[in-house]
């Protein structure tokens, strides 16, 4: 079973443990992220109650008008409303599909570092509902949770490479980062799937570290693994999830694999099951340059890589071009096979990987 591949990681020894304690924390760490690329993390010191409130929050907007949410629309590495149709991430890896069955709200990394055009495209004001002013005060204190976690896991994955503490950290003063709040309404919402349709198509994610705060479900997360193929992940109540994205792969030479994952779409058992997903894509500071780690640690030794031109190359490669959204649930990124490719290509060249085909 793919629980067997993700273990239950209880951060305290590794915090306060003896040198026995942290090596055998980590010697866990650097299996699992060998063989499925996810992780379970508990004692993690995030209130639960902060998650349930902003989804309650979220819940209140995601359930207005479209029309009342449509000023709030942005593209795939905006800030603001991902609708219907705006994403479909199966793109990231070259495969048709038609869009994501899920609304977005995103939020990403704001504060300027001072140099203009780095600045445009990737430090810009997030947007915040009206509707909902609760959601500000309770997304704002999630987020500095998220933050210091995540380099607090960026430590914890160096210390499983035998490597210093701050061999991650180090490239993340100013980071850039992205949270989403992924609402997975039911059919009566989206309507029955398309064929080859989910909630969020497969693929991997495009940073260092992803952590999830999700809710059990029919119609929830999936994890692949060479061992067990697609298999339903497992789920601890007071844990987060943690998966590591296509930058920390390559970073390790491909020790370590990106988590690679899909989510069902709503179940014809339970058609009307509804779930919610915070989602804290942790990344790096801007034109990192990602070399991998040689031998014997690492397995293949990559070109070394912009991490932000593979960050654009994936977020665009994902985006569903307005016109294809309204009247036709077929829709992707690419009209055709080509264009498809073409996204593919773009993605793999700024990661150093040949593109799939189309």
Request: glycine residues 10%; hydrophobic residues 40%; contains cysteine.
């Amino acid at each position: 079973m793919v629980s067997s591949q993700v273990p239950l990681i209880d951060l305290g020894p590794w915090r306060t443990g003896g040198p026995e304690a942290r090596r055998l924390v980590a010697a866990q760490v650097d299996e699992a992220l060998q063989a499925a690329g996810f992780l379970l993390v508990t004692g993690h010191g995030v209130d639960p109650e902060l998650p349930r409130r902003i989804r309650e929050a979220a819940w209140t907007f995601f359930r207005l008008p479209d029309a009342a949410k449509a000023p709030y629309a942005v593209a795939v590495g905006g800030r603001g409303w991902l609708g219907p149709g705006a994403e479909a991430n199966s793109y990231a890896e070259g495969a048709a599909s038609p869009p994501d069955l899920k609304e977005s709200w995103s939020w990403a990394a704001e504060d300027p570092t001072g140099i203009p055009a780095v600045d445009a495209e990737w430090f810009r004001p997030n947007a915040w509902p009206a509707e909902v002013p609760a959601l500000r005060g309770l997304v704002t204190e999630y987020l500095a949770a998220m933050r210091a976690l995540s380099d607090e896991l960026l430590e914890l994955l160096a210390g499983a490479l035998g490597l210093g503490a701050d061999h991650f950290t180090r490239h993340t003063g100013h980071p850039t980062w992205g949270f989403n709040v992924n609402w997975y309404p039911g059919t009566e919402t989206v309507g029955p799937p398309l064929p080859g349709q989910f909630r969020i198509g497969a693929h991997t994610d495009f940073g260092t570290v992803t952590v999830l705060d999700r809710q059990l479900g029919a119609g929830g997360l999936q994890i692949h693994t060479d061992a067990e193929g697609w298999q339903d992940a497992p789920y601890d109540p007071a844990a987060l999830t943690v998966n590591i994205g296509d930058l920390m792969a390559r970073w390790t030479g491909d020790r370590w694999r990106a988590g690679r994952h899909r989510v069902l779409p709503p179940p014809s058992d339970a058609p009307a099951e509804e779930l919610i997903s915070l989602v804290y894509f942790y990344e790096c500071d801007p034109h990192t340059r990602v070399e991998s780690l040689p031998a014997p640690l690492g397995r293949i030794v990559h070109e070394p890589v912009d991490s932000h031109v593979h960050l654009r190359a994936q977020l665009d490669a994902i985006t569903v071009p307005v016109g294809d959204r309204a009247g036709d649930r077929t829709g992707g990124p690419a009209a055709s096979p080509a264009a498809a490719q073409t996204g593919a290509q773009a993605a793999g060249k700024a990661a150093g990987q040949a593109a799939p085909e189309a």
